[in-house]
């Protein structure tokens, strides 16, 4: 099995970067991972302005998948991650919604052991492996690693997991896919501004889709498919994500829009994934008891 080793990165989108190496579909591969400080922390005397921050957010990649091509529609199935032994929980003033109440600079390392972590000789919680960072270069542009988007990118959502896939729009030959920013447990919205932000190994199979380009990343899991929507602000990226999911099922159950937008709202859920990058995202939940496949789609 391939073996893509975390000292080749990106940290941002952009169709003009280089592929590091190519892989066939339906090919298990391993992507190493750097931490989202890109490995620059060791101890907990190393503070956040004491690093690089354009080094924020390393995506292993870019990888070029064979056989697909601009307008094609790749499903990533997240077939393990295996998480390194310890991570980072960093706060430091104007991180996050609560940015304005620290004071001083804080650097925690957290140790992992059987499965949990322990945030100190008192409390430990398990741990919930996830993918922060997945995507492809966009049309045009450069587009940084720490922002999310239609490509996908820093998108923080905590069901980006073992077990799930990611359909993503190809809009250059070949893909050109990066991954990284794992966390080993993190809530919906990210409130201080990170997960446990930790380095790992993450196994992939990319597929194509026989389907027409979607419009933004569709994340599937055992119960449902999340519609990923990024935008400005909550207002923004719910009309965003909410048009898109009704103009889904309006083709796949054959309804008119009203139907299918009060359909949305007796059965799907709409949640936060993070709010503390460049852009918000949202993801809207259509459950499978609604709609088994979406695919093919034609809109």
Known sequence: MKVIKKSHYITSFNRQHKPIIEIDLNQPFIIETQDCYCSQIKKEDTLRSQ???DL????????????????????????????????????FPGLGPLG???EEQKTKILAIKDDFIYFNEEIKFPISPMVGVIGVAPKEGDIPTEYPGDHGGNMDTKEIREGSKVYLPVSVDGGLLALGDLHGAMGDGELSG????IGG????KVKKINTKTIKMPIVETEKEF??????KDFKAASRKGILYASQIIQEKLNL??????????ATCDIRISQIVNPLLTLKIGLPKTLIANIFPLNI
């Open 51 to 53: 690093i690089n921050g």
């Open 56 to 91: 924020m957010n390393p995506s292993t990649g870019p990888i070029f998948i064979r056989e697909v091509f601009a307008g094609d529609v790749i499903s990533l199935e997240i077939m393990k991650i295996q998480l390194e032994d310890q991570g980072l929980m960093l706060t």
């Open 100 to 102: 304005d109440l620290i």
């Open 194 to 197: 990170m997960g446990l932000e």
């Open 201 to 204: 190994k993450v196994q992939v």
């Open 226 to 231: 999340l519609i990923i929507a990024s935008d």
């Open 256 to 265: 008119n829009f009203q139907d299918a937008y009060s359909l949305l709202s």
